[in-house]
């Protein structure tokens, strides 16, 4: 329709193909699935430099993280493969003579995928390859800004499934905006919806999928900490918390904004941190030197600034940072702000940019209820070398976040494990150990191979 956007008359026809597509696909065995999954791995290594450069150039990340995007969907691929011979239900112990008790899974069916611009691939990556084996077909919906890599994926894939005889429509891709997003949500031909994106419009999003009784899988906000108490190893915590801050110049939903520093390390560890913060070379993200590049939009240079406003009239200081680089793009300069209490309302507010609110704490207790008192629960660290207070931060008292690390920073986490969080983030959980439930249907079965039915009820029938 003039701007390369799909029009509701086009998703329409898109639903409709990929409905059919998946009636191929689910008849696939589950491992046959996999050995295609495994075919997409390997499209995607061969293609890994340009495809990170592609995503380096639409959404504005460092070349090698947009290598690495790229990576971990292939990463997942593999990982998919091993899954797809492994998953499944027990067979359980039945109380009734000559009866078993199994457990089925089998594929929601449509999954549909909405991504968001800061992992252009990789979201759609944990979800498609994870969602395939399961035998779903997918209609990912990427963001409006990052469609060249939304398309280019799209193809690659396409080509993997029509050389081994199986509709390509089993990943559909349709490109547009908020309306279409409105559709797929509203939509009872959508098994599944994952939504990766703000907290505002997964909202939104859970409310219309809950409406019509749907499945919803909800990947939003962070508001992520870093803890350190006086016995941590700064060798360990100056790169850790300067990598969790200004990492993809601070876009991650993992991205750390708060660093609580235990009162008796707080002045060291902010000027180690400003020195670290001095040396960040800026540039352009092609450059295989430039470790920090553009925010994604002019909208998101305006939150900055704002949010910079406001941190300064709620009693922060900016130790270093602050202010909007003079160079073209939407370049802005890392940023430090200390002497904001805990709850300050900034301090609370997500803002997808490369801002470090750095606070004081006395004792654990205290800072691991101002780790919880946030709206969001994706990721927190400590470093610390206390054993009590390692296990006390995984239990029911410590983290309420669902990445809970230690002596490691916010952002990284590995494809192995569930990915995602608590409360306003969600409660989706993507990638490892047993997501993939999500993205199945379970059945309980109970087949009486015996000749009698244990259900009389004093009852005689003739």
């Given at each position: 329709n003039g701007q390369?956007?799909?029009?509701?008359?086009?998703?329409?026809?898109?639903?409709?193909?990929?409905?059919e597509a998946w009636k191929v696909w689910a008849d696939i065995p589950a491992p046959k699935r996999g050995e295609i999954v495994r075919q997409i791995?390997?499209?995607?290594?061969?293609?890994?430099?340009?495809?990170?450069?592609?995503?380096?150039?639409e959404m504005g990340k460092i070349f090698v993280e947009g290598v690495g995007e790229v990576q971990e969907y292939v990463d997942v691929c593999d990982y998919a493969v091993g899954?797809?011979?492994?998953?499944?239900?027990?067979?359980?112990?039945?109380?009734?003579?000559?009866?078993?008790?199994?457990?089925?899974?089998?594929?929601?069916?449509?999954?549909?995928?909405?991504?968001?611009?800061?992992?252009?691939?990789?979201?759609y990556g944990w979800n498609s390859a994870i969602a395939m084996i399961c035998g779903n077909a997918c209609l990912w919906k990427g963001a409006p800004t990052t469609s060249l890599i939304s398309v280019a994926v799209t193809k690659i894939?396409?080509?993997?499934?029509?050389?081994?005889?199986?509709?390509?429509?089993?990943?559909?891709?349709?490109?547009?905006?908020?309306?279409?997003?409105?559709?797929?949500?509203?939509?009872?031909?959508?098994?599944?919806?994952?939504?990766?994106?703000?907290?505002?419009?997964?909202?939104?999003?859970?409310?219309?999928?809950q409406e019509r009784f749907g499945r919803s899988l909800l990947e939003l906000g962070g508001n992520n900490a870093i803890i350190v108490f006086e016995d941590a190893d700064?060798?360990?915590?100056?790169?850790?918390?300067?990598?969790a801050a200004v990492g993809t110049a601070g876009q991650r939903c993992t991205?750390?904004?708060?660093?609580?520093?235990?009162?008796?390390?707080?002045?060291?560890?902010?000027?180690?941190?400003?020195?670290?913060?001095?040396?960040?070379?800026?540039?352009?993200?092609?450059?295989?030197?430039?470790?920090?590049?553009?925010?994604?939009?002019?909208?998101?240079?305006?939150?900055?600034?704002?949010?910079?406003?406001?941190a300064k009239q709620q009693g922060g200081s900016v130790v270093c940072g602050g202010k909007v680089i003079n160079r073209p793009g939407n370049y802005v300069e890392p940023t430090i702000v200390t002497g904001l209490p805990h709850n300050a309302p900034i301090v609370h507010t997500e803002t997808f940019a490369p801002i470090l609110y750095v606070l004081k704490f006395k004792e654990e207790e205290e800072v691991f209820a101002w780790?919880?008192?946030?709206?969001?629960?994706?990721?927190?660290?400590?470093?610390?070398?206390?054993?009590?207070?390692?296990?006390?931060?995984l239990g029911p008292k410590g983290s309420d976040c669902g990445i809970v690390n230690v002596n490691i920073p916010t952002s990284g986490a590995e494809i192995g494990g569930a990915f995602g969080g608590e409360k306003h983030t969600g409660g989706g959980r993507?990638?490892?150990?047993?997501?993939?439930k999500l993205y199945m249907r379970r059945s309980t079965c109970t087949i009486n191979y015996s000749k009698n039915l244990p259900l009389a009820q004093g009852i005689k029938f003739q």
């Open positions: 390369g956007e799909a029009s509701l008359e086009d998703y329409e026809e898109t639903v409709k193909k990929a409905k791995g390997d499209a995607l290594r061969q293609k890994i430099k340009v495809l990170g450069s592609l995503v380096s150039l899954l797809s011979r492994m998953i499944g239900g027990p067979i359980l112990p039945s109380e009734r003579p000559g009866h078993a008790l199994i457990e089925q899974w089998n594929p929601v069916g449509l999954v549909g995928i909405i991504t968001a611009f800061n992992f252009p691939v990789a979201v894939i396409a080509k993997v499934l029509e050389d081994n005889r199986v509709p390509g429509a089993v990943c559909s891709l349709v490109c547009g905006g908020a309306d279409i997003g409105t559709a797929m949500a509203r939509d009872e031909r959508m098994d599944l919806l994952s939504f990766t994106g703000s907290t505002k419009v997964g909202k939104q999003v859970a409310l219309m999928v700064l060798n360990l915590v100056i790169p850790s918390a300067l990598f991205t750390a904004r708060r660093l609580f520093l235990h009162e008796s390390i707080h002045d060291e560890v902010v000027a180690k941190l400003a020195k670290a913060y001095a040396q960040v070379r800026i540039g352009d993200p092609w450059d295989s030197d430039t470790l920090y590049g553009p925010l994604h939009t002019k909208e998101a240079v305006k939150m900055f600034l704002d949010a910079v406003e406001q780790n919880n008192e946030v709206k969001q629960g994706l990721s927190s660290s400590i470093f610390t070398k206390d054993l009590g207070r390692i296990f006390r931060w993507e990638s490892g150990s047993d997501s993939w």
